[in-house]
C-alpha cells in the first residue's frame, strides 16, 4: 500500500545537538515533497519543500531535506537544535498529477535547554 | 490574506448532538482539505474539494459525517450525531492547483464529545 513512514515517533534532544528526522515513502511515479511543523497548540506549517532540482533543500529557521530518490527518502536535518525547535514533525507526499497529499505519523521533537 | 480561517477554536458538545465545523479558505485557492488529527491515528484525509467540487470523499468515516462547499469561500463539516469517538482536532487547508506552496492549514477545531 501507497504510504509515508517517519521512523521515528519521538526524539529527544539537547540544546546545540545534530538533528536528523527520517522520511520515507512508497509512491511510484514522481512526487513532491513537504515537510511541516506543528509547534503546541498550533496549526501546521511549511517548513521546507522539493518539487525538482537540487535534491537538498534549504528551508526556514535552519533546517534542510535531502530528498535521496533511490532511497525513496526525504530525511529532515538540522546541525544544531534549539529549545524553540520543540514541536512535531510532519514528512508529506503529493503525487505529481494527483490532488491530495498524505502525510507520516509525525515525530515528536523535544529539546532540552 | 487572513490565511485559512476556521470557527469555532473549541467545541464541547454532548453525544448525539449535532456538531458544524466551518472553513474559509485563502481567497483564490482552488483546493479545500479537511483533514482530523488524534493521537492514535494522526493526521487523517477526510475529504477534499477542487473548485467546490467534492473530488475524494473516501476518508469520510461513516455517513455521520458530511461536508459541503456552497461557494469558494466557504465549506463545513458536519457530524450528526456526534460520538465520542469523534473528539479530535479537524484541520481544513487549502492550497492553489500545482501545490506550488503546500497546503496552508487553519488554526484548528478541536472538537470534544462527553
Known amino acids: 500500500a501507497q504510504s509515508v513512514s517517519q521512523h521515528n515517533h519521538h526524539v529527544i534532544l539537547s540544546e546545540a545537538a545534530s538533528l536528523e528526522l527520517g522520511c520515507n515513502y512508497s509512491?511510484?511515479?514522481?512526487?513532491?515533497l513537504f515537510w511541516y511543523v506543528q509547534y503546541p497548540g498550533q496549526h501546521l506549517q511549511l517548513l521546507l519543500k522539493?518539487?525538482?532540482?537540487?535534491?537538498l533543500v534549504k528551508g526556514i529557521k535552519g533546517f534542510e531535506a535531502e530528498f535521496i530518490k533511490s532511497k525513496f527518502s526525504f530525511n529532515l536535518r538540522k546541525p544544531s537544535v534549539q529549545w524553540s525547535d520543540t514541536a512535531e514533525y510532519f514528512c508529506?507526499?503529493?503525487?505529481?498529477?494527483?490532488?491530495?497529499?498524505?502525510f507520516g505519523a509525525g515525530t515528536r521533537l523535544t529539546v532540552k535547554p | 490574506d487572513a490565511g485559512v480561517i476556521q470557527s469555532p477554536r473549541h467545541e464541547v458538545t454532548e453525544m448525539g448532538q449535532e456538531v458544524t465545523l466551518r472553513c474559509k479558505p485563502i481567497?483564490?485557492?482552488?483546493?479545500l482539505f479537511w483533514y482530523r488529527q488524534t493521537m492514535m491515528r494522526g493526521l487523517e484525509l477526510l475529504i477534499y474539494?477542487?473548485?467546490?467540487?467534492?473530488?475524494?470523499d473516501s476518508g469520510m468515516p461513516e455517513d455521520r459525517f458530511s461536508a459541503k462547499m456552497p461557494n469558494a469561500s466557504f465549506s463545513t463539516l458536519k457530524i450528526q450525531p456526534s460520538e465520542p469517538r469523534d473528539s479530535a482536532v479537524y484541520f481544513c487547508?487549502?492550497?492553489?492547483?500545482?501545490?506550488?506552496?503546500?497546503?496552508?492549514f487553519g488554526s484548528g477545531t478541536r472538537l470534544t464529545v462527553v
Open positions: 481567497s483564490g485557492h482552488d483546493y
Open positions: 522539493y518539487f525538482s532540482g537540487d535534491p
Open positions: 509512491y511510484g511515479g514522481t512526487v513532491n
Open positions: 508529506a507526499v503529493n503525487q505529481v498529477h494527483n490532488n491530495d497529499m498524505r
Open positions: 474539494f477542487n473548485n467546490n467540487v467534492p473530488i475524494d
Open positions: 487547508a487549502s492550497s492553489l492547483a500545482g501545490f506550488s506552496d503546500g497546503y496552508t
